[in-house]
């Protein structure tokens, strides 16, 4: 695998499941990132990671709760979510104040 | 909270037409990156401008920073049907960490 991963691709849960959205970037970047596309709406930064340290917290609900064990892996488990937070989830992966590269998403359907 | 402001929203054109799609904002940013993002995948960064007034090309790709750094525009020549899809404009204040998103423009060129 190259470049920045994402599983799964598609998912669609119920407003009370549990489940995680799983990132893997295999270029040696040390910072990673989660964005929340929406329909008619802009790129939203939720997270950020510098060196396994989550330094960016953009006011996101806490149903939603990041995980980075290490530089190369990141997570975003979901718990209790509602229908408007149905969107294509993006991760990205950069060297510190370098550009980003980013992930084919997973496209998440909250039912 | 900074905005960018992306027109227009949708542009469908005939292979071999030119166009221009324009970000603007009332913030100055240190740099503007484009992004063209197809379905199914996610962004993927075309140019980072940075000095105010630069003028970058990418074969039929012209992309300008205006001279505020507050604007930006991406002109395409002699469109084709593999130009098609959406494209980003998004502003960096300092740290690569935190980039400001257009709502993007969803370019359509028919054959």
């Known amino acids: 695998e190259t470049g920045v991963t994402q599983t799964p691709r598609h998912l669609v849960m119920g407003m009370t499941n549990k489940k995680s959205l799983k990132c893997e970037q295999h270029?040696?970047?040390?910072?990673m990132y989660w964005y929340k596309q929406s329909a008619k709406k802009p790129l939203e930064l939720m997270f950020v990671?510098?060196?396994?340290?989550?330094?960016e917290n953009n006011s996101v609900p806490s149903r939603f709760s990041p995980e980075c064990p290490n530089s190369s892996h990141l997570f975003l488990h979901l718990h209790t979510l509602q229908p408007e937070d149905s969107a294509l989830y993006l991760c990205?992966?950069?060297?510190?104040?370098?550009?980003?590269?980013f992930g084919p998403g997973t496209r998440l359907t909250v039912l | 909270t900074q905005l960018l402001e992306q027109s227009p929203q949708f542009l469908s054109i005939q292979e071999g037409e030119n166009l221009t799609v324009y970000c603007n904002s009332s913030?100055?940013?240190?740099?503007l990156q484009w992004y063209r993002q197809e379905p199914g995948e996610g962004p993927v960064l075309l140019v980072t401008v940075v000095t105010g007034g630069e003028v970058k090309k990418l074969k039929r790709l012209t992309f300008q920073f205006g001279d505020a750094r507050k604007d930006s525009s991406l002109h395409i020549t002699a469109a084709q049907p593999g130009d098609t899809g959406l494209y980003l404009c998004?502003?960096?204040?300092?740290?690569?960490?935190?980039?400001?998103f257009g709502q993007g423009t969803i370019l359509t060129v028919h054959p």
């Open positions: 270029l040696g970047h040390n910072a």
């Open positions: 990205a992966s950069s060297q510190m104040n370098n550009e980003q590269f």
């Open positions: 998004a502003g960096v204040r300092g740290s690569y960490g935190k980039l400001t």
């Open positions: 913030s100055v940013f240190s740099s």
């Open positions: 990671y510098n060196f396994k340290e989550q330094t």
